[in-house]
Structure formats: structure tokens, C-alpha cells
């Protein structure tokens, strides 16, 4: 059987982030039995005190074991985090030489959501990359600037350390892990019994572009802000540098610095999150909302939504556009 500790951290966690893979794991254990074969996984849950109050005192989590009784571990699954990630982070750093011990002795180590933040804390992740939820990615950057975060993905499997996407997209993974351990038909019936899709590789679709303003160069700052009031304008790299002053190069190294998108990429992330919106509420046809927000050549324009979305244009606006999707 495969020892499974699933980290039961200090202060504020998503409750659904360990009920939902202590359900997953558990339901093969009964698949495999009823199988006639054995059970897979020898689930517990790991922690650094005996009970762990949530959401205000409505749920608490009692692990059944703390950190020093695990020996050893085959592999360490880590929840998503409520809250500030810096704060969980200092409460939680007796988990890390526990968490980077069991992986120098074999265990594989997964990331829900915002445990990434904890993954990372480890050093486990350096030459590595990661994901993690997508509102997130700013904060992860800013805090870990040496791992290559890719928010677009929705499962990273990377030398025995996994990293999965946003909120329940964290079920996606532990059906990852199932058919990894248990095979592809285990994995199937799994995610058919318990209704998750198999097999998702995005969460660009998900993603909600907000510019990142939390940083003190106010010249970029501005410029960010004139893209955003002026979606429907072709606005050139060579006309924000001017506008504020700085040369291109200068401009260009200031607002990636500031915002961890390179200018054009932010330009085509704002009239893109536009056209979204258009699309999800909106009765105009794709070509409409193309010239609404500053593009003329069709093909351009479907080739940067389906690589920002996951998506072409059309498919999008099934998919959110009840209205639309009907007609």
C-alpha cells in the first residue's frame, strides 16, 4: 500500500481541499476491494497539533497523526491555504524540514491551489516550475521570484513534485495521481462515479486579467492605467514609452519588472479580457467585438484569445453565453 500524509497545516485551510482527496483516495481503496483486489492507499492525516478549528469554529479537522510519528511517507499532499500567504507560511514552518526530509527519502510531494506558497517555502522548487490558483500568481511571484510559475496550467508533474491549478481544480490532480498508481481504468471510473472531468490541462479559460498595480513605479503604473481606458485603440510600445517619457528599452525592463507582463503582452491581456466580456454578455457577433476592442485582422485576433483562453473566440462564447449558446 501507498502511505499517503495529507497535510493538515496551522490556521485558516480549504476544508475541501482535504475532504475532497481523503474521498477520492478512500473511494479506490473501496473500488479496488470490491475488485477483489487490495486497497491502494493508506490514508492519514498529518499535523502539528491534534485539532485544527475552521471557519470560525464550524468545522475543525482532528489529524491522526502529528509530523514526529511519520517515519516515512510515500507521498505528501498539501492543502490550499485561506488568507494571507505570508502569514500561513510563518505558522507553518515546522512543516518544512519535515516536508524536504521525506522527499530526500523518496516521497513525492503535491500542491493544492495555494499550498503551493508552502511547497515553495521548502526550496524543493528551485530549477523547477509550479502552479498554483491564478488569483494567486502575483503574490506567488513576488515572493518566490527564482521559480518559474505557469498559472495557465492546471497540473504540473515535475520530478516526483506536483502542483495543481485553482479552487477544485485540485480534484483534476488527485484523478492524475489515481491513474498514475492505480491505471488508467481505475482513474476513468473514478471521475465518472464522482463526476470530475478527466483529463483538463488549463485554467486559462478561468482566468480573470486584473493588471498588477501593487507595485510603487508610478510612470507604469499610469501606463497601465491608459491601456485600460483605451481597450479599443492600437496603442504601440513606442507610443506608451514617449507618453511617459522613458525610452523603449527602459520601459519595456520597468513595466515587466512591475507587472511581470512584458507591454505587449499586457496590451493584448487587456483587450482580450474585454473581448471576454463582451462575449459572455453581449448579443455581438465575434468580428464586432474584435474591432471593439482594437483588432482588424481576424486570424490574429482568434490566434491571441485561444493562446490567452485556451479557447477560440466562438468556443468561449458557448460556453459562457447562455443567450447566445442557445440561439
Known amino acids: 500500500m501507498k502511505h499517503v500524509s495529507i497535510v493538515i497545516p496551522q490556521g485558516p485551510i480549504i476544508l475541501s481541499s482535504v475532504i475532497g482527496t481523503y474521498k477520492v483516495f478512500t473511494f479506490v ?11 491502494v492507499f493508506d490514508v492519514h492525516l498529518v499535523g502539528l497539533s491534534k485539532e485544527n478549528e ?37 505558522r507553518n514552518q515546522d512543516f518544512i524540514p519535515w516536508i524536504v526530509e521525506q522527499y530526500k527519502h ?5 500542491s493544492l491551489c495555494t499550498g503551493a506558497f508552502l511547497l515553495a517555502s521548502t526550496n524543493l522548487l528551485k530549477g523547477k516550475t509550479c502552479t498554483t490558483h491564478w488569483l494567486a500568481a502575483d503574490t506567488f511571484r513576488e515572493m518566490f521570484p527564482n521559480i518559474k510559475l505557469m498559472p495557465e496550467k492546471l497540473i504540473i508533474d515535475e520530478l516526483g513534485i506536483y ?50 498595480k501593487e507595485h510603487q513605479d508610478e510612470p507604469i503604473k499610469k501606463a497601465q ?33 512591475a507587472t511581470s507582463n512584458t507591454p505587449v503582452e499586457y496590451l493584448q491581456r ?6 471576454k466580456k463582451s462575449l459572455e454578455s453581449g ?15 481576424n486570424k490574429a485576433f482568434r490566434n491571441i484569445f485561444k493562446k490567452i483562453t485556451g479557447l477560440s473566440p466562438i468556443e468561449y462564447r458557448n460556453k459562457y453565453n447562455r443567450e447566445m449558446a442557445v440561439n
Open 29 to 39: 481503496n473501496h473500488y479496488m476491494q470490491a475488485m477483489g483486489k487490495s486497497p
Open 270 to 275: 487587456v483587450k482580450i479580457e474585454a473581448a
Open 54 to 90: 475552521l471557519y470560525g469554529g464550524l468545522f475543525a479537522i482532528r489529524p491522526d497523526s502529528m509530523i514526529s510519528d511519520v517515519k516515512k511517507t510515500d507521498l505528501l499532499m498539501i492543502p490550499a491555504f485561506q488568507g494571507d500567504p505570508r502569514e500561513a507560511m510563518a
Open 163 to 212: 502542483s495543481s491549478g485553482g479552487a477544485y481544480s485540485f480534484l483534476n490532480l488527485v484523478i492524475y495521481l489515481v491513474e498514475k498508481y492505480c491505471g488508467r481504468e481505475v482513474a476513468v471510473h473514478c471521475s465518472k462515479v464522482m463526476e470530475i472531468e478527466i483529463d483538463r490541462d488549463s485554467q486559462s479559460p478561468f482566468v480573470i486579467f486584473s493588471g498588477q
Open 106 to 110: 523518496g516521497a513525492e510531494i503535491a
Open 225 to 257: 492605467v491608459y491601456i485600460e481606458r483605451n481597450v479599443g485603440t492600437k496603442i504601440s510600445v513606442e507610443e506608451l514609452s514617449a507618453m511617459f517619457a522613458i525610452s523603449r528599452r527602459n520601459f519595456e525592463r520597468r513595466f515587466k519588472k
Open 283 to 297: 448579443r455581438e457577433n465575434v468580428n464586432e467585438v474584435m474591432y471593439a476592442v482594437g483588432y482588424s485582422d
